[in-house]
């Protein structure tokens, strides 16, 4: 697939991707007046997607997210920013990670 294909894709990913729904999963059983703020569940399926699909560490998908404002895009980003590898934290990439392991053993 040539570049510009691959950055369509992701776009397309992004508009066709059930994102509300997502959301609404990722944060039942979660109180938002408990610890640290909720974070997007956006972020991190779509950080976990990117890891997958590319095969890429943890450390590694931060990385490809910072410096790529499409994937930046396909997870939620409205613009490019080089300081995208704060928001998608390795925590946060990790948790979710966890989580998802953890529905495929159910």
Request: glycine letters at 6%; aromatic letters at 8%; charged letters at 25%.
């Amino acid at each position: 697939m040539r570049p510009s294909a691959r950055r369509k894709h992701r776009v397309l990913l992004a508009q066709l991707a059930p994102w509300d729904l997502a959301e609404e999963i990722y944060h039942v059983g979660l109180d938002p007046d408990q610890g640290a703020p909720i974070k997007s569940a956006r972020v991190a399926l779509g950080a976990l997607l990117i890891k997958e699909k590319l095969g890429l560490t943890v450390r590694d998908t931060v990385a490809a997210i910072q410096e790529n404002p499409y994937m930046q895009f396909f997870i939620g980003f409205e613009e490019f920013t080089s300081t995208a590898g704060l928001f998608c934290s390795l925590q946060l990439l990790i948790v979710f990670e966890t989580v998802a392991r953890r529905s495929m053993l159910r």
